[in-house]
């Protein structure tokens, strides 16, 4: 059993023989849980919901959109837009 300690930013460092035993890399995310009175860290691997070029073409629709928005000054301007188009 190895101890470690709780730091004043609420960090831990795993000890290098876990580290090694479980394979993990530098920026590895987990899953904190609390099981029966026990800390439970699960490395997890997050799967991207877009690729790079669905969100390059989400970025190029947003920029096309803003270019024929319709500019309006804060205040009554706005207010009234909001009721036309919420109705």
Not at 3 to 11: C, D, F, V
Not at 69 to 76: S, V
Request: no cysteine; proline share 5%; aromatic share 6%.
């Amino acid at each position: 059993m190895t101890i470690t300690k709780l730091k004043a930013k609420n960090q831990l460092t795993i000890p290098s023989s876990i580290i090694k035993r479980l394979g993990l890399k530098p920026h590895e995310l987990f899953s904190v849980d609390v099981e029966n009175g026990y800390i439970k860290l699960m490395p997890v691997t997050v799967e991207l919901r877009y690729s790079t070029e669905e969100l390059e073409a989400m970025d190029r629709i947003v920029e096309t959109e803003k270019l024929q928005g319709k500019k309006l000054k804060p205040g009554k301007d706005f207010s009234s837009y909001l009721k036309k188009i919420s109705r």
